[in-house]
């Protein structure tokens, strides 16, 4: 953890607030798991009005590398003390539904975490079958350009290339693309049988 030179000033400071800070009620839903969870809004609901009356401001810093997220939460005093930790959070996907979802878990757990909130999480389910399986990184430009070749010729040839592609290749994938590339191999078949 980073912090100023002197944390006096924020240490009294963040035990006043956390005196003052209730659980964050679970009002988010995950459908995939059937669970609820405490969403951002209701950690920040709960957070506020302690920071703010003790002089207390939170700021986070997203970035993206090497096919993960991470994000710098640091919380302020207006002396000008401050703590700060970074979490690091794999993605599922490296396009920008995936890297907002992780930089939304990070947020999350890493602001909780920093001010000892307590809050059951059902939600985390999804991080953790990411994080079982880390992807990298996949340029989908070849991918798509041989798919798109396959699809040309219709929806037997789009079927052999989706087979021939790694689980990776297919989770890498943009779900509007495959869509795609489906309505494309529909058209060629239609205009094959007129």
Sequence with gaps: MKTSETISEIATAMSKAQGAIEDATKKGLNPAFRSKYADMAAVRAVIREPLAKNDLSVVQFPRTFDGEVEVETMILHKSGEYFAETLRM??????????????????RYGLMSMLSLASEDDDGNAAVQQAAAPKKHIDTTPILAAGEKAAGD???ALSVWWKKLTPDERNALDPDDVKALKAIAIGVDKKDEE
Excluded: Q
Excluded at 91 to 107: E, P, V
């Design 90 to 107: 794999p993605t599922h996907r490296f396009d920008a539904h995936g890297i907002g979802s992780a930089i939304t878990y990070a947020r």
């Design 154 to 156: 219709g929806n037997a």
